[in-house]
């Protein structure tokens, strides 16, 4: 195996490697956004871009030329030369298997070098979908006090309310009842100035009746002085 082919699949390896870290169950998506935001990566990130678009340049170009290795050998003319020269058959085959397996090596790290950018770019969109949730949840929590306690302000409202309805209607009543025991009240003074009315004029009959009897009274005993006189 060449250097590039031994770079490639030392490449392949830490590929694997990775994306069995990435997608290893125990890490959460919002420890591997804190790994993701450690100082370092953010020294690499105006490098990362390029890196990343040069090593899938890179692969593809491998790639094409695994492409063009296996059907340099595949092809009829290398198969006739090594049906015609037995000593060359085992070398093309070898050729052969070789191309296929740098095929296969460029391939598998062209689609993991993919993959692991999309598992890197969905975990921390989970981590932040979390996080968003997480804060939706805190607020719904907030918002739920919230209106229970303005639930519970308002039955106190209502309450009060109804108490002071029923105060209300009780001083209603009483004001009711007061305005009756008025009436009755006036209509007992009417009453009594109107027996008072009847024993003042009673009265006033009663000293015009004494007066007249007085005077009578006072005509009898001059009439019986006159009678005594005359009679001495």
Request: include cysteine; charged fraction near 25%; aromatic fraction near 10%.
């Amino acid at each position: 195996m060449t250097l590039q082919w031994t770079a490639v699949a030392l490449f392949l390896y830490a590929e694997i490697l990775i994306n069995i870290f990435l997608c290893f169950p125990c890490i959460s998506a919002q420890r591997w956004r804190l790994v993701f935001g450690w100082r370092i990566w953010s020294w690499l990130s105006p490098y990362w871009n390029k890196f990343f678009f040069a090593m899938i340049m890179a692969l593809i170009v491998l790639f094409v030329d695994a492409v063009r290795e296996v059907q340099k050998y595949s092809g009829p003319e290398p198969m006739q030369e090594a049906t015609v020269n037995p000593n060359l058959y085992d070398h093309v085959h070898m050729k052969l298997f070789r191309a296929q397996r740098n095929l296969y090596i460029c391939g598998f790290s062209l689609f993991l070098w993919l993959i692991m950018r999309r598992v890197v770019t969905l975990l921390t969109q989970v981590a932040v979908a979390l996080e968003t949730s997480s804060g939706l949840q805190i607020q719904m929590e907030k918002a739920l006090k919230t209106a229970e306690k303005q639930q519970e302000e308002n039955q106190a409202l209502v309450e009060e309310e109804k108490y002071q309805s029923a105060a209300q209607q009780l001083v209603k009543l009483d004001g009711e009842k007061l305005q009756d025991q008025l009436k009755a009240a006036e209509a007992a003074v009417k009453k009594s100035q109107a027996e008072v009315e009847a024993m003042r004029s009673q009265t006033k009959g009663l000293a015009q009746e004494y007066d007249r009897l007085l005077k009578e009274h006072h005509q009898l005993q001059k009439l019986h002085c006159v009678e005594n006189k005359k009679d001495e």
